[in-house]
Each structure stands twice: as structure tokens, then as C-alpha cells.
């Protein structure tokens, strides 16, 4: 498992600001070498780089500090969907790289040391991020068919973590505001309805089969000793994950039916 090792530093991380102090992304004074920015969306440098062999960026999303995908507005969403993958393509295309991933934290339990809104685009010197993903990873129960109007959604039958986790697709770069639309209708979700609103945390993890776009969303929680420990997956019943695919299309169908839109 060497060769997908990330070597963290951690006299960096000492010096990395938490959500007890001034949010550097609030007051913006100090962030470090910006690479561009549009309306309230910026992308920059990481000033503390904690990994080798690595380029790590991020895209601070919006000036409101307690933003989020689940709650922004659909054109603001479609925003930022359009320059964070614009930021994506780029770096990929830069040859500078074994690869380039992109990923998004929430909450308290996804990895993530600041509140404010932000998404990680990281250049990989020596490892393909995609090398042991494959598109059955993204199986699942169907929620909605994808249509020139909507994602394709599924409940996985395959998580990456443990339980109930979520996928969103599309066939081509050109259809980021659906593949926007169904993330946030996810994330909404997610925080909202699924297990009665107690999940606070979760991840976005995107990635590119040659035309196709994949999100993975993950609620997050305490991870299982059996994945730690033995790489186990624990996966909810069949029948539990039918009736979280119903509710979704029940959902799904209300809010999008007559062209009614968050």
C-alpha cells in the first residue's frame, strides 16, 4: 500500500487555523497566492500545504460564512459548479500531474477544519486518485433516470464507507447544472430529512469516466471499528435502502414537478 501513501507534515498543520479563530476565509486580509476569482468565489493557494508531493488548492465558495450547497440558491449553485470544474479541467490539463482530484468536507466529522464554505481541488504528483475506483462503485437503487432536465441519482448498493451513501451522474461536462441540482438536492437531504436531520457532516467526491461525471456523496459519521480494522463494509438492509430510494423520488417529484425549485 506504499505507493498510496500521502506523506503529511505536521509542523505545517500546527500553524493551520481552526474554527476557534478568526476565519481567515472571512476576512481575507492574508490568503495567500489567489489564482482567480469571480463574483465572491475564489481560488487559491492552500497556505498550509500539509502533504507532499502534492498542489493543494481550494475554492473558498461564497463571503457568507455559514453557506452551503444544500442551501444556496440554484443560480449560485450552478456558479460554482461551473468554476470549480473549470479549475478541475485545468490543472488536469496542465500535464503537471499524476492526477487531480477534487473533493468537498462539511461538518465536524468530514475531515474539514473550517466552517466556511470551501472545496479542494489537489494535484497528485505520484498517485492516481482514480486507480481503484470503478464505475460499479456506482451502482445503486434508482432515484431519478437521467433526462436533458435532470441527473441520474441512485442509492449505492456499494458504499465507499459503510451504510447509506448517495451517487449523482451525468454524461457530459455540458450538463453541470443538473449535475448541481442533484447534488444539492442530496445535500439538502442529507442535513435535513435522512435520520430525522442528525447527520451533520458529509462529502462530495467527483470524479471523470470519459464523458461521464460522477459525484459520490457520503454521510459521515463515527467510522465502524470493522472498517478500520478489517476493511469491512458494514451495508444497510436492502429493504431499508428501497424505502430511502422511494422517499427520494417522492421528494424528488415534489420539489421539481411544475418547475418548483427550492
Known sequence: MTDRQLI??????????SNKDTCPFCIQDNLGKILDQRQDMIWVENKYPT???????????SDNHLGDISNYSLEKNHQLFSFAFEKWQSLQSS?????VIMYRNFGPLSGGSLRHPHLQIVGLDNIDGQEKIRIQDFQGLLVT???????????????????TE??????????LDQ???GVQFISDY?????????????????????????????????????????????????????????QLQELWKKRYSSGLKW
Open 95 to 99: 500535464g503537471r500531474f499524476r492526477s
Open 190 to 246: 442529507i442535513l435535513t430529512i435522512f435520520l430525522g436531520g442528525r447527520c451533520k457532516s458529509y462529502n462530495l467526491f467527483f470524479y471523470q469516466f470519459e464523458d461521464s461525471v460522477y459525484c459520490h456523496v457520503a454521510p459521515r459519521f463515527v467510522v465502524s471499528p470493522y472498517q478500520i480494522g478489517y476493511g469491512i463494509h458494514q451495508v444497510n438492509q436492502l429493504k431499508q435502502l428501497e424505502k430511502i430510494c422511494q
Open 179 to 181: 449535475l448541481a441540482d
Open 8 to 17: 503529511f507534515n505536521p509542523n505545517i498543520a500546527e500553524q493551520k487555523p
Open 51 to 61: 502533504l507532499e508531493a502534492t498542489y493543494q488548492t481550494l475554492i473558498i465558495e
Open 145 to 163: 433516470q437521467e433526462t436533458n432536465e435532470q441527473p441520474e441519482i441512485t442509492v449505492s448498493t456499494k458504499p465507499m464507507i459503510d451504510f
Open 166 to 175: 448517495f451517487n449523482i451522474k451525468v454524461s457530459s461536462l455540458s450538463q
